[in-house]
């Protein structure tokens, strides 16, 4: 009932706009009668929409899978992985390598040809090439190995010159207290060495230390 009487109201302005042209009221009447309810309310701004099918959907049955979590079986995995890795490093196909050093108490997250800042006092000097032995992490494109903390120095070579030994700029401290007439301005520039990372490279196998030699006689 509420559709028919939205239907009357748009149709009803047309009929009396169409009333001059026709004399009579009974062909409005017949032509409104055979007109069907979606033409009659085709003025409307929103026009109807047809219904949409709506179909139940079953949810699939994901099938679950127990693995057992063995010694064995993680030690297989282990033993995988590391080939792998082996792998890569025997073919050199391991791409770029990145490391992570930790120097003057921050951590940088260096590859070759890197520029680092190292801010504070810094022992060496411009020209001086020296190798970083703190070494967190190192990572190629398909691995990254971890240390615990540090990786062993055997293993991986970051090798850095100092460029250049400059001052920061100027940083100005302001002091004041409240109703006592002091005032103090301070004045604080500090050193800054810039460092270049020549190499990242890794010396040999995980888990295949090198033979060393000359070590009869030492206390490990």
Do not use: W
Request: overall charge positive.
């Amino acid at each position: 009932m509420a559709l028919a009487g939205v239907a009357g109201r748009y149709v009803r302005p047309t009929l009396m706009a169409l009333r001059p042209l026709f004399n009579t009221d009974t062909m409005l009447r017949e032509t409104r009668g055979k007109l069907s309810l979606a033409s009659q309310v085709r003025g409307l701004r929103t026009r109807a929409t047809p219904a949409v099918l709506r179909t139940s959907v079953q949810p699939s049955v994901v099938e679950q899978e127990v693995v057992e979590h063995t010694p064995e079986a993680e030690e297989e995995l282990t033993k995988y992985a590391i080939q792998r890795v082996n792998d890569q490093i025997g073919e050199n196909k391991h791409g770029r390598l990145f490391a992570v050093i930790y120097l003057q108490g921050k951590q940088h997250l260096v590859t070759a040809e890197d520029l680092v800042v190292v801010q504070g006092p810094f022992a060496p000097t411009i020209g001086d090439t020296f190798r970083l032995e703190k070494i967190l992490a190192v990572g190629g494109r398909d691995f990254t190995l971890l240390g615990r903390p540090l990786l062993h120095k055997d293993l991986v070579n970051v090798e850095a010159t100092v460029v250049e030994k400059s001052l920061s700029h100027c940083r100005i401290f302001f002091y004041n207290r409240r109703r006592k007439n002091s005032r103090k301005t301070k004045f604080e520039r500090e050193t800054h060495t810039l460092l270049r990372i020549h190499r990242v490279e890794l010396l040999h196998k995980v888990n295949e230390a090198p033979d060393i030699e000359g070590v009869d006689g030492r206390i490990f």
